[in-house]
């Protein structure tokens, strides 16, 4: 009975550890780069939407970024903690944010990137019909990358 028990505590506790790190990106994020005060301000992140500037956008996970993805697309520690995910999500080119700003100019933006460590959060907009390629040469001749803001919790 006790082996059980403790199979069971441990199964509990891997699958809370794997729900928390899917739903580490969700939630209220205020904006904290002079980017994300100029362009976006606050966003919220849920499974289904994402919130700017007081409007909504449906979103869809396509899947948890690598070490090295993240590494490329914010410049980060691929040995540090942290995950992130690319969605797929449609903000027309014509929406206007703050100041009158867009996303991604005249194009629509069509992805997103997330990456989390802390309170922290670095998005990544694109546009461009096909997922982007999220190395550092790929990023260095992109012309699909529209932005890269900065929120914290």
């Given at each position: 009975?006790?082996?059980?028990?403790?199979?069971?505590?441990?199964?509990?506790?891997?699958?809370?550890?794997?729900?928390?790190?899917?739903a580490q990106?969700?939630?209220?994020?205020?904006?904290?780069?002079?980017?994300?005060?100029?362009?976006?301000?606050?966003?919220?992140?849920?499974?289904?939407?994402?919130?700017?500037?007081?409007?909504?956008?449906?979103?869809?996970?396509?899947?948890?970024?690598?070490?090295?993805?993240?590494?490329?697309?914010?410049?980060?520690?691929?040995?540090?903690?942290?995950?992130?995910?690319?969605?797929?999500?449609?903000?027309?080119?014509?929406?206007?944010?703050?100041h009158h700003?867009?996303?991604?100019?005249?194009?629509?933006?069509?992805w997103m990137?997330?990456?989390?460590?802390?309170?922290?959060?670095?998005?990544?907009?694109?546009?461009?019909?096909?997922?982007?390629?999220?190395?550092?040469?790929?990023?260095?001749?992109?012309?699909?990358?529209?932005?890269?803001?900065?929120?914290?919790?």
């Amino acid at each position: 009975m006790g082996r059980k028990r403790l199979l069971g505590a441990v199964a509990i506790l891997a699958m809370a550890g794997s729900l928390a790190s899917v739903a580490q990106d969700q939630g209220y994020w205020r904006a904290a780069s002079s980017a994300a005060a100029a362009i976006t301000g606050d966003i919220a992140i849920s499974n289904s939407k994402v919130t700017i500037d007081f409007a909504a956008f449906s979103i869809a996970q396509i899947r948890a970024l690598k070490p090295a993805e993240l590494g490329a697309a914010f410049a980060a520690d691929v040995n540090a903690p942290g995950n992130g995910f690319l969605y797929r999500l449609n903000v027309p080119a014509g929406r206007r944010f703050l100041h009158h700003n867009t996303l991604c100019g005249a194009e629509d933006t069509q992805w997103m990137a997330t990456y989390v460590a802390g309170r922290t959060i670095q998005v990544a907009f694109f546009s461009g019909e096909n997922m982007p390629v999220l190395t550092l040469d790929a990023l260095e001749n992109t012309m699909d990358r529209c932005g890269t803001f900065t929120y914290v919790r």
